[in-house]
Every structure is written in C-alpha cells, then in structure tokens.
C-alpha cells in the first residue's frame, strides 16, 4: 500500500494530488457568480433565444446565473471560459456571510 499525499482546495474542499493545478472557480479573488451572495444559482430555464429547448435538456454549462443585481449575461459555459475571472463590479464577499 502506498501513502499518497492530497491537497484540499480551501474554498470548493474538493482534494488534488497537485497543490498549484486547480484553478477554482469559488475562489472570491475572480468575483464570479459561484461565489456571489446575490447569485441565486444557474437558472433552467426552458428557453434559449425565445426557443423552447424542453426542461432539463439544456447542459449545465449553458446555464445562466440567477443574479439579484442583474449585472452579467455571461452562461457558466463563459465564465468557466473567461478562466472564472469576472471581476465583477457588484461582487461582494460571500463567504463572511
Ligand atoms: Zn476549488
């Protein structure tokens, strides 16, 4: 049996064998939606562009942030794309709450 050693990423806790390759997307630094307070979650919506597309179809990247100050139109497919980098104007700290 081999002992190997983990990494737990502070703000997700999920655990890597790599402690410098996770690029998180909760990490505040990047003022995002995932670790916004007035992000209420990614919306499933039925609907792209005014087409029903059926509940439940659309990938989870395609999802859009439900936010409290409306200030993004980015999908999770674009932020994860943009790196989680934001840098959102509105962004408060979540976690202190
Ligand atoms: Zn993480």
Do not use: W
């Amino acid at each position: 049996m081999k002992e190997i050693k983990v990494y737990q990423c502070e703000y997700c806790k999920k655990l890597f064998r790599t402690p410098n390759r996770h690029v998180c997307k909760f990490n505040p630094k990047f003022r995002n939606c995932h670790s916004c307070k007035f992000c209420r979650g990614f919306t499933d919506e039925d609907y792209i562009g005014g087409v029903d597309v059926g509940v439940g179809t659309i990938p989870t990247n395609m999802l859009y942030p439900i936010c409290m100050k409306d200030c993004g139109d980015y999908s999770a497919l674009e932020i994860c794309e943009m790196g989680y980098n934001l840098n959102c104007s509105e962004y408060p700290l979540a976690y202190c709450i």
